[in-house]
């Protein structure tokens, strides 16, 4: 089945900085790609998501880019701010009898953005 | 809107109960995913429902089961409850179950679930 790996598990940078956080995917089958921002008591939020058709999307501060050949997929943040600390899941999935909702996660990136 | 809504928030049992969770989807949405969040595991897929009907069920044993009401409302089961099954459940709603339509799923706070 499928499985994606996430790193780095935890991850410090300066307000200001920017943070890269990376995924790879074992099944050749995924075809769409989400990133979600869990903080803490909440459930995650989807924060950008991209289709195997797209090589790279970007809203505001937030980018991720897809390589297919290579299977994996980045998180991109720029301009970091404290509330952007939180944990970062990634995750993939594919058609399985036309259904999208069974997302395989990655094990998430605790980002922690130091003022 | 109202967002996805699990109760109850906080649980606490003994092995061998058995404990029922209950998700509101949001209103219009007709699929509903429960996950499971526990440190080790991370987050992985238990089942996912769509017009009370079970479309998908991830790699967890019978104990765990589910089902979605007429409303969209949906529950989870888990019978003959073990330590190990102590986590964060977590319930996410979204438009539709097939593919090539935009459907973002949102989750709820999930229950957390404390096995003793």
């Known amino acids: 089945g499928e499985n994606v790996e996430q790193h780095p598990s935890t991850l410090s940078v300066q307000e200001g900085d920017s943070a890269v956080i990376k995924c790879t995917y074992s099944?050749?089958?995924?075809?769409?790609f989400p990133w979600y921002k869990q903080e803490l008591g909440k459930g995650p939020q989807l924060i950008i998501d991209i289709r195997s058709n797209v090589g790279e999307k970007k809203d505001q501060r937030i980018a991720v880019t897809l390589n297919k050949t290579a299977k994996h997929f980045s998180l991109h943040i720029t301009e970091t701010q404290p509330e952007d600390s939180a944990v970062y899941f990634c995750a993939a999935s594919w058609d399985y009898g036309g259904s999208q909702g069974n997302l395989i996660f990655g094990k998430g990136t605790k980002l922690s953005v130091k003022p | 809107k109202a967002g996805v809504t699990q109760t109850p928030r906080y649980l606490i049992k003994t092995r061998g109960q058995q404990v029922t969770l209950s998700c509101s989807p949001i209103s219009g949405h007709r699929s509903v995913s429960w996950y499971q969040q526990t440190p080790g595991q991370g987050l992985q897929f238990l089942f996912e429902y769509f017009s009370e009907t079970q479309r998908n069920k991830g790699n967890f044993p019978g104990r765990f089961s589910g089902r979605q009401f007429s409303n969209s409302r949906s529950e989870m089961n888990v019978s003959t409850l073990e330590l190990g099954d102590s986590a964060l459940y977590l319930c996410?709603?979204?438009?539709?179950?097939?593919?090539?339509?935009?459907?973002?799923?949102?989750f709820g706070p999930g229950t957390r679930l404390t096995v003793l």
């Open positions: 099944d050749s089958a995924s075809n769409y």
């Open positions: 996410a709603s979204s438009l539709h179950w097939w593919t090539g339509v935009e459907n973002e799923q949102f």
